[in-house]
């Protein structure tokens, strides 16, 4: 991996570059069937609330993947020119609930910062170390613990991350950032407010609010566990390297064919965050072509251990739950005694 250390820039510039047809061709099939099944959705409210929430399902693994187009317009890889992706990325943020420069900048951080002890706390889901859980007062302790208990990470909180976090401008967001976020809020009064008119506002609650709900969750979801796995990578900024981050602090998803198709192919995460250059549907390519990035796939069984992860242990390198508080506490008693 050293040999490959020093010349995987040459390796990924390969992918490095849209192909228009291509990306078009991945909005059509993408944003068509989205409004299409959205309509469904609503038609059929007349037949049954059973058959709208299915019909929700789909039409949510279409706005993830109108996610990832709006993710890559972000890092300017999805279009050649900086203003195709602008552009398109500032519709799409509508269609996402989220404001496209502020979340750019933000994604950014995230991409300069993954795996970076110091620079923890901008576009990431944020983890305390065991020292710094300890060290916390009560209050601190009690919020930590609600924000990364499952069960309010993947549904109340991503789902206010979408609906009502974005509505909202960072504090380090310059003009062009704020001024995101109150056109995208505009454009999501005036386009939710002509739906309501059209269809009325309960029959518009009862599919928007679930698919907010399904494709909120997923997402924090497929954010999460790219982050949040073992072995992970996790260094103060003196010792933390670019490369290691993506290939060691990155996880190589694997889903199913459906699945990666509807998210994006955004699973080999750790190409990605070597290149987010490369367009999503060039990922795949990157690493069936490269052995060197064909590292240990994380599986969905696999991943499900992500769950019971809560800090991260300094002294042993490696994500950990609640119960290495016991033995923190116990340490720290012997050394009183």
């Known amino acids: 991996m050293t040999t490959e250390k020093f010349r995987w820039q040459g390796i990924v510039s390969k992918y490095a570059y849209p192909e228009t047809w291509r990306s078009l061709w991945q909005v059509f099939n993408t944003l068509v069937p989205f409004l299409v099944m959205w309509y469904l959705a609503y038609r059929s409210l007349a037949v049954g609330y059973w058959l709208t929430l299915l019909l929700i399902i789909p039409t949510a693994g279409f706005m993830a993947r109108l996610f990832i187009i709006f993710h890559d317009c972000c890092h300017g890889s999805f279009f050649k020119t ?12 509508v269609f996402v609930f989220t404001p496209f420069y502020e979340w750019k900048h933000s994604h950014a951080i995230h991409h300069a910062t993954a795996g970076d002890l110091d620079r923890r706390g901008i576009g990431d889901v944020y983890t305390m170390t065991v020292e710094e859980y300890l060290a916390a007062p009560w209050h601190k302790k009690l919020g930590y613990r609600i924000l990364r208990n499952p069960m309010f990470l993947f549904t109340i909180s991503s789902f206010f991350v979408f609906v009502l976090f974005h509505r909202f401008w960072g504090p380090a967001a310059g003009k062009r950032e704020k001024s995101s976020v109150i056109w995208t809020n505009i454009a999501l009064a005036a386009v939710s407010g002509w739906i309501m008119l059209e269809i009325g506002w309960a029959a518009f609650l009862l599919i928007q609010v679930p698919l907010m709900l399904f494709v909120s969750s997923a997402g924090v979801w497929l954010f999460y566990v790219q982050h949040n796995f073992e072995p992970t990578y996790w260094e103060r900024h003196t010792d933390w390297e670019f490369f290691n981050a993506g290939m060691d602090g990155s996880s190589f998803y694997k889903l199913p064919k459906v699945l990666q198709w509807f998210t994006g192919n955004i699973g080999f ?7 987010p250059k490369i367009p999503n549907y060039k990922l795949e390519e990157c690493h069936n072509e490269n052995p060197a990035f064909q590292i240990e796939p994380l599986t969905f069984r696999q991943s499900l251990s992500s769950l019971f992860f809560r800090l991260w242990d300094e002294k042993e390198k490696m994500l950990v739950g609640w119960e290495v508080l016991k033995k923190y ?8 005694e």
């Not at 900086?82 to 943020?93: F, P, Q, S, V, Y």
């Not at 995460?269 to 070597?274: S, V």
């Open 329 to 336: 506490r116990k340490q720290t008693v012997k050394v009183i």
């Open 269 to 275: 995460h750790h190409i990605h965050h070597l290149s």
């Open 82 to 93: 900086m203003k195709a992706n602008d552009r398109l990325g500032l519709i799409l943020g």
